[in-house]
């Protein structure tokens, strides 16, 4: 029984002279990284399940204007039609938490701190204590931003974006504290202990990766999740800290009447806005965009590594273009930082900013086609293996194609003049997260349980979910980008106010019965999830897949201090002898 | 469990630097960013304000400030001493310098302290103008991680120095780490004075 | 052009920088679906003839080296670079900077609050009232104040922007609250209205018809019904529309005096 080995296979705490912990030392209040990305990866997906329900209920009022939503609308509102209030915090907390409170803690909190230390033959992560504080910081800032529903002014409502005036005008309160127990401060507030969570995270994965590699692992040599991880944890200690500035001043001029954001002569509801003015809203744009356009690369860039390991394994050839890929990883993450207003050129901007703006976006297309065509390449000469995780490795390709190439329209400024803030945006960004980012994670589930388990998934449940997700989840996105060349703009709570939204309604209800089908072909995933642990097939070795990397030494699950006896790196990743053989990086060839 | 992570107590051959060290360069440029913003947005406010101080020193205590500087600087110096010091193996002078840097780091904070009440007490709130706003923010966001140094350093002195007895060169790293932030901490103030109070 | 015909795709274009921007768009995509469908087909042949079965092995030596897609990698930097230096850069210096001069132009104000948007006519005299914080309420929602001399000819339209065709018309655009965006859809304008600054902007329609204003930024609960009307109508029309407003405004003693065309 893997449980049984799960329990014999755990090593002792040093520090504990021997004794076994505690439950709750063991599995609550863990040190150990497994443990932690176990924690960070079981909230993570409730967060996904909590914020793709909010957009669910959107989507009735976007497909059927002014209806009652069936059977639980009564719960919401009087009359059961989604108001336009509910309608924008629904909309704020569902960008809010995708991101924050998803994607990034399932990619870097959950992948990352499961992997990294496996992965460069580490017992754990440089500071374990840090890491479990910085789980326990993510999940206080998770309860902050649910919280924050039940404020008397209801949730942030402003955008995941937040900007001011309207941030700092919208559900205000009475004085300090009042001020503060609203949910635009809340939402303010979440983010500080979020940001500070991935602030403490990212230090560890740099520093394990870098100083606690195994004898022979050199850098070149690290497997490409490595690279990407590392690559994210230094967009995120780098970027983050410029919004936690921006976030307490916004916090500031909400509860502390300053005007950082504020300009002079506000009249808001007819009355002026008492406050010294003298600010400028355009400041907090680029405070929050110098982070959160590194941020959509830490959205990708785990995923990224994901399917590079993926296709490796089953493409049973080496990845082609290692050092390209390295090195077009590591441009990325460095013009990630010096594009940001292209997120803002309706804002009033000159000749000379927008054009150096448009040239860095159009540089940053480069790499990120390299990486994508390392991949396609590597597909030449293979010999592929239809593994569930294959098949949502090989559906992210098309599907990152299409998220990337629909940026090149909306980072030219020309073209962005019609394309700004409608729908085309929606959808662009959608398929980079959700069929590419997302569909990545879920191949790692898959890639990655038996590992964790010492069980594998089912194989029939998985071929359902990804045949169901990758139709039902074109269905939702595809049609957007019509409905943003109609000119339908974004976060309208009903279009058909508009004539040329009324024109393009019909696709919003192929929209929405899109989204409800992706809904339902997530339960086999989360059935199967569940279920595996304990029934699924076992997997008979410690490298069922075939893989060369260091995670696939140990044995399934990991002990307590990962590898019981050492390791070595002998090659790099990704490679076969001459007669064909896997060569895995720790078998020292015969 | 901390027996197996390497590169505590040793320098890592091809880095140079104990993990510790490590992330606390890591740390430090995130900070450096994090202050960079408000830098910036220090910048922004004045450019476009219409009612800013011609001269920082018309409207806050230069010389209070420049005390301030010196009790910083000079904080710096006992740090480092305490450092050398447990080089040296006396854990005395360690104790001594280390009280010195926390007592002129009080020293820092009774003078802002000072200056904030009398501020208040002219009807000087961050709320009063775009300044205040961002002289409250920046020297409050030093202030707290001045106190955030305080706490670590009066650990560092106390329950914490009893692990020279175990792991004498892990706790001189801790203490060199202590010392870097500290640095940090001084640095960003002798930006901060300048940009507020003489120009 | 009475009922403008929307649809699934872009929407007419009646405006005189459209034809450039839509051509951008146009061809931004057919680079796009060049690259896609390349992409796709090499994919799935790839998907299909290097799939696992009996008797094929992969080539594990990792020798093989691809020169075409570093033709094509270098194709699309030039490409993008040509978009960027040829289309965009020149039509954004077109649409954003090169103004028309004011005494050829009618300058409308253009004001974004929470939810709507008012136009504010300078009046024959051409030149704008002074705006007063103080003075507004519900019946001046930007604060005129009629007894500047400059403000008494001015029309204030509520969510209706009335021009003439084929004439130069700059907006300056603001907003009291929030930030709100100025979107005509057919005229392919968008600008965001920023609290604190007066942003300009122009175009000139070469169609006349019945369209709409939209808000492109989100700015509150009423943001879904910030819709304005955008009426351009012939020379004729408009001229009969002003002179309606000019009387209910200053009684006969208006069209007392000679227009004198260009303010209009």
Partial sequence: ?590 | MSALIPYIDEPHPVTGVTNAKLGMWLFLASEVMLFGALFSTLIIMRTSATDWPAHGSDVLNVPLATLNTVFLITSSVTIVLSWAALKMKDLKKFKFNMGLTILLSFGFLVIKYIEYTSKFHHGHFPSTSTFYAVYFTLTGLHGLHVIGGIITNLYLIGPGSKMWEKEPERFTGRIECAGLYWHFVDLVWIFLFPALYLL | MEQPKYGFWLPPNISTHGAEIDNLISAVHWFMAVLFIGWGLYLVYCLFKFRERPGHEADVTGNAHFILPKYIEIGIIVIEACLLIFFSAPIWARVKQDFPKESEALVVKVTAEQFAWTIHYPGRDGKFGQLKNELIDGTNPTGLDRNDPNGVDDIISPNFLNIPVNKKIIVQLSAKDVIHNFFLPVMRVKQDAIPGMTIPLWFEATQTGKFEIACAQLCGVGHTQMRGFFNVMTQEEYDAWYNEEEKSLLGDAATATEPTGENK
């Fill in chain 1, 1 to 590: 029984m893997s449980h049984d080995s799960h329990n014999h296979s755990h090593g002792h705490d040093h520090s504990h002279g021997g004794h076994e912990l505690p439950f709750w030392r063991k599995y609550i209040f863990s040190t150990d990284h497994k443990v932690i990305g176990l924690q960070y990866g079981i909230t993570a997906v409730f967060f996904l399940l909590f914020g793709f329900s909010l957009m669910l209920l959107m989507r009735w009022q976007l497909a059927f204007p002014k209806q009652a939503i069936p059977l639980i609308g009564k719960l919401f509102t009087e009359d059961g039609v989604l108001s336009p209030e509910l309608y924008n915090q629904f909309g704020a907390m569902h960008g809010t938490i995708m991101v924050f409170l998803g994607v990034v803690p399932l990619a870097v909190g959950a992948f990352g701190n499961y992997l990294v230390p496996l992965q460069v033959g580490a017992h754990d992560m440089a500071f374990p204590k840090l890491n479990m504080m910085s789980y326990w910081v993510y999940f206080v800032g998770g309860i902050v931003m649910l919280l924050s529903f039940m404020t008397p002014t209801g949730a942030a409502a402003s955008g995941w974006t937040s900007y001011p005036p309207l941030s700092v005008v919208n559900g205000p309160g009475e004085g300090f504290w009042g001020g503060l127990f609203t949910g635009q401060s809340m939402w303010l507030l979440g983010m500080v202990f979020l940001i500070t969570s991935s602030l403490l995270g990212s230090v560890n994965t740099i520093v394990t990766a870098i100083q606690l590699r195994v004898k022979g692992l050199s850098f070149m040599r690290w497997p490409v999740l490595v690279w990407a991880q590392v690559t994210t944890a230094f967009l995120l200690l780098l970027a983050f800290p410029p919004l936690e500035a921006a976030g307490i001043m916004q916090l500031m001029d909400r509860v502390g009447g300053t005007s950082f954001f504020m300009p002079s002569g506000l009249v808001v509801s007819g009355e002026a806005w008492k406050a010294s003015g003298g600010g400028n809203p355009i400041l907090w744009q680029h405070l929050f965009w110098f982070l959160a356009h590194p941020e959509v690369y830490v959205l990708i860039l785990p995923a990224v590594g994901i399917v590079g390991e993926i296709i490796a394994v089953n493409t049973k050839k080496p990845l082609y273009g290692y050092k390209t890929l390295v090195y077009s990883v590591l441009f990325l993450g460095f013009m990630s930082f010096i594009v940001w207003a292209h997120h803002m050129f309706m804002t009033g901007m000159g000749v000379t900013m927008s054009t150096f703006f448009q040239a860095t976006t159009m540089i940053i297309s480069v790499p990120s086609v390299i990486i994508l065509t390392t991949y396609l390449l590597t597909l030449w000469g293979a010999s592929i293996r239809y593994t569930v995780p294959m098949l949502f490795a090989t559906a992210f390709l098309p599907m990152f194609a299409i998220g990337g190439l629909t940026g090149l329209p909306l980072g030219l400024t020309a073209s962005d003049i019609h394309l700004h803030d409608t729908y085309y945006v929606i959808g662009h960004f959608h398929y980079v997260v959700a069929p590419g980012t997302l569909f990545a994670l879920m191949a790692g589930v898959y890639h990655w349980y038996p590992k964790i388990s010492g069980r594998f998934m089912s194989d029939t449940l998985g071929k359902i979910h990804f045949w169901l997700s990758v139709i039902a989840i074109n269905g939702v996105f595809m049609p957007m980008f019509f409905m943003g060349m109609a000119g339908v703009s974004r976060r309208l709570y009903d279009q058909t106010v508009y004539a040329h939204g009324l024109a393009a309604q019909p696709l919003n209800v192929i929209m929405s019965v899109s989204a409800w089908i992706l809904a339902i072909a997530q339960l086999p995933f989360l059935y199967n999830m569940a279920t595996s642990w304990k029934w699924g097939k076992k997997a008979e070795s410690n490298n069922p897949w075939g893989a060369t990397t260091l995670e696939w030494a140990a044995s399934s699950p990991p002990p307590h201090e990962n590898f019981t006896t050492p390791v070595e790196v002998y090659r790099a990743p990704y490679e076969y002898s001459s007669n064909k053989k896997l060569l895995p990086q720790f078998v020292q060839e015969a």
